[in-house]
């Protein structure tokens, strides 16, 4: 019986010679992206399930609030992992005074997509 990942074996390098595919999604950024990416892609898709009057209540008790509420804690966590991580970035490169402007950015686009949801919510 061989052990994979035992104390004595050094872990086996991957490849370096192969980009990674999932590189993007490794990190905050990548993450944010894609977030905005699938909730622009729900809301689309949302929109045109609430056409119907005699259903669109249910739909959006169902289907469109729930996903409201975890896209809004989604956006809070991805909110305050990059303004920390940004703001660490910028102090560890000397840069202290302009920690502020790049949490601003990230906490307004996360404050603009919790918004944006929850506006689309209420117009359809």
């Known amino acids: 019986m061989r052990i994979f990942n035992s104390p004595e074996q050094a872990p086996a390098e991957p490849d370096s010679n192969e980009p990674d595919p999932l590189a993007r999604f490794r990190t905050w950024r990548g993450f944010l992206l894609a977030a905005i990416v699938l909730n622009v892609l729900f809301v689309y898709g949302m929109i ?63 404050v603009a997509m919790i918004l944006a949801n929850w506006v689309a919510l209420f117009a359809a």
Not at 63 to 91: E, G, H, N, Q
């Open 48 to 110: 045109g399930s609430v056409a119907d009057p005699s259903v669109a209540a249910w739909t959006k008790a169902l289907s469109w609030f729930p996903f409201a509420v975890i896209a809004s804690a989604l956006y809070l966590v991805l909110l305050t992992k990059l303004s920390r991580a940004d703001a660490d970035c910028a102090r560890a490169a000397g840069r202290a005074g302009r920690a502020g402007s790049y949490k601003t950015r990230y906490v307004f686009l996360c």
